[in-house]
């Protein structure tokens, strides 16, 4: 869909517009009715301390405690290596003594 808009600029001068919105993707839009008002007010505070609109602070919010596919994916993968190391042996004790060893090291003193 092509939009096309003319206008007049100050001075007498005529100009245009031209809008392909067959290029440009749209963004949903999340519509929210009966809010209570305790919690609007929270919101609206908040957004007032972040120096946000009401709007960027709930879009804020949705993002830091909404995860997305991708984010669900980096979780699980995470998970998943946190199990492997957890399940592994662990290696030498490197090249400190074993707790056994300094309390018997501490006795002989």
Same mark, same amino acid.
């Given at each position: 869909?092509?939009?096309?808009?003319?206008?007049?600029?100050?001075?007498?001068?005529?100009?245009?517009?031209?809008?392909?919105?067959?290029? *440009?993707?749209?963004?949903?839009? &999340?519509?929210?009715?009966?809010?209570?008002?305790?919690?609007? %007010?929270? #919101? /609206?505070? !908040?957004?007032?301390?972040?120096?946000?609109?009401?709007?960027?602070?709930?879009?804020?919010?949705?993002?830091?405690? *909404?995860?997305?596919?991708?984010? &669900?994916?980096?979780?699980?993968?995470?998970?998943?290596?946190? %199990?492997? #190391? /957890?399940? !592994?042996?662990?290696?030498?004790?490197?090249?400190?003594?074993?707790?056994?060893?300094?309390?018997?090291?501490?006795?002989?003193?």
């Amino acid at each position: 869909m092509q939009l096309s808009v003319k206008f007049a600029l100050p001075y007498g001068g005529r100009s245009s517009l031209d809008i392909d919105y067959s290029k *440009v993707d749209p963004m949903p839009t &999340l519509y929210v009715v009966n809010i209570p008002l305790e919690l609007y %007010e929270a #919101l /609206r505070s !908040r957004a007032c301390k972040h120096r946000k609109s009401i709007a960027a602070e709930v879009l804020s919010l949705l993002e830091e405690n *909404v995860p997305t596919a991708d984010e &669900l994916k980096s979780r699980a993968r995470f998970f998943r290596e946190m %199990e492997k #190391l /957890r399940a !592994r042996r662990p290696e030498a004790p490197g090249p400190f003594p074993s707790s056994e060893e300094m309390q018997s090291e501490d006795r002989e003193r």
